[in-house]
């Protein structure tokens, strides 16, 4: 057993293991163009991140009065977002250490994002991650994308341990609260850094306000080595 007794970590993927909040604001500012709405900005894309794609296109219907289906916007920014992931995505260097470290030690490991299966899997694929993080669960997979626990609930079913036991590292807000929901500990990096006051955020146990700037695999590591289990003391 690792130093982290029955400790499992589910991960987030997009702004927390790989930098791909550009690729996703890319792509979706290249489906919008496509559909006459030529002004999406930056700012217009980080109202959406942390939430699946799905949800994102269905929101995007009604504020810009979208005429096309959402399975064919869906189809297009999900072609897009592949083009530009495969070419070049980022693994936050102390993440990576931290997914090594974790390894190391046997620790059982998923992801569980909102994004397509085949979306993830062709970034852990090019990033080299796949061969540590071989559980992966898509919000296309449950009912519902966070902030519902479906998909950190999913996970822990299929790593085959009771949810509080898992740690969840997420970037987002609507990421945090369904960690809460689903009865696991979580460390938030916030991508966002105006989003790190959410109220989501202060159900967790360990906030890095700094995100990706202020996180390290060591520190991390050792605060899940002292942090107990959902319901248990020290």
């Not at 989003?195 to 996180?215: I, K």
Request: with cysteine.
């Amino acid at each position: 057993m690792s130093n982290l007794g029955s400790t499992s970590v589910i991960f987030d993927l997009d702004g927390t293991l790989v930098d791909s909040e550009p690729n996703y604001y890319e792509a979706g500012r290249q489906t919008l163009a496509g559909q006459g709405i030529t002004d999406f900005t930056w700012a217009d894309h980080e109202r959406y991140v942390g939430i699946s794609t799905q949800e994102t296109i269905a929101l995007w219907k009604e504020r810009y009065g979208l005429d096309a289906p959402l399975d064919v916007l869906l189809a297009d920014k999900n072609r897009r977002y592949l083009e530009l992931a495969r070419a070049s995505t980022r693994v936050y260097p102390e993440m990576r250490k931290f997914v090594e470290l974790l390894a190391g030690e046997g620790v059982p490991m998923a992801v569980a994002s909102g994004s397509s299966r085949e979306a993830i899997e062709a970034i852990l694929a090019g990033t080299g991650l796949s061969a540590y993080l071989r559980t992966v669960v898509s919000a296309e997979e449950v009912a519902s994308g966070k902030p519902a626990p479906d998909v950190f609930l999913e996970a822990a079913r299929r790593l085959g341990v009771v949810p509080g036991d898992c740690v969840v590292l997420e970037d987002a807000a609507p990421g945090a609260a369904a960690a809460h929901a689903a009865g696991m500990r979580c460390i938030a990096v916030p991508y966002v850094a105006g989003q790190a006051d959410d109220p989501a955020f202060a159900t967790v146990g360990l906030l890095l306000r700094g995100g990706q700037d202020e996180f390290t695999a060591r520190a991390a590591y050792e605060w899940l080595r002292v942090a107990p289990p959902v319901g248990r003391g020290r």
